[in-house]
């Protein structure tokens, strides 16, 4: 059974602070990992892509990526009210296959 | 402008109904998927098709149908076998020939058992 698992939150961090959100995944078959962005009531939006071991920064995000802990995490710099929202974490085969997703992390950004 | 549509918005059914959502994409995506999500739950994946004339069952693919006769379209009935229809149903896409699959969603449907 391929898990993903996510602290539900609620995470309240201060506007302009780094908000740090983190997610494990139980499948060591899995290549590739995503960040979706949720705003209550909406559909998920694609934040942040990684394939490899590292970090990937694309603007204020940070995706990082360990494979041997089966660990991945996503840094927000200098939060905004506007990041208040559910982030979902993903994991995939590589293929196309449908994407195992995590139950998600409250944020809060705190003005 | 390019994207991945779904209709309706909202949707009530009885007891005993078979509904059918729309799901169209115009990003000549070959693999497109199907999600359910219930409150506070993460995405679970009902069916998925790489290719036209083809598609798989996903985890919880029990009570539910697709087709898929054009690249373009991935309609979803929810049959009345399923026991709890009720939830937020999301199409999504991918390139196929990309190798890490990334999805991009529609907007959702969400649908109410009366």
């Known amino acids: 059974q391929k898990e993903v698992e996510q602290n539900s939150g609620p995470l309240s961090v201060p506007e302009g602070a780094i908000a740090s959100l983190n997610c494990t995944y139980s499948?060591?078959?899995?290549?590739?990992f995503f960040w979706y962005r949720q705003y209550s009531g909406k559909s998920p939006e694609l934040i942040m892509s990684?394939?490899?071991?590292g970090d990937k920064e694309d603007g204020r995000f940070t995706a990082q990526l360990n494979k041997a802990s089966q660990y991945v995490s996503l840094l927000i710099r200098d939060s905004q009210p506007s990041d208040s929202a559910t982030y979902l974490c993903?994991?995939?085969?590589?293929?196309?296959?449908?994407?195992?997703f995590g139950k998600g992390t409250h944020l809060i950004i705190q003005p | 402008d390019g994207g991945i549509t779904q209709s309706p918005k909202y949707l009530f059914r009885k007891e005993g109904q078979n509904v059918t959502l729309s799901c169209e994409q115009n990003?000549?995506?070959?693999?497109m998927y199907w999600y359910r999500q219930d409150p506070g739950q993460g995405l679970r994946l009902i069916y998925y098709?790489?290719?036209?004339?083809?598609?798989q069952k996903g985890d919880i693919a029990e009570g539910y149908s697709v087709s898929r006769e054009k690249k373009e379209s991935f309609p979803l009935t929810v049959t009345s076998a399923q026991k709890n229809p009720t939830a937020f149903y999301l199409c999504?896409?991918?390139?196929?020939?990309?190798?890490?699959?990334?999805?991009?969603f529609g907007p959702g449907t969400r649908l109410t058992v009366l």
């Open positions: 999504a896409s991918s390139a196929y020939f990309q190798a890490y699959n990334e999805q991009f």
């Open positions: 499948d060591r078959g899995s290549q590739s």
């Open positions: 990684i394939y490899s071991n």
């Open positions: 993903a994991g995939g085969g590589g293929g196309a296959d449908g994407l195992t």
């Open positions: 990003l000549n995506h070959d693999a």
């Open positions: 098709s790489q290719i036209v004339n083809d598609f």
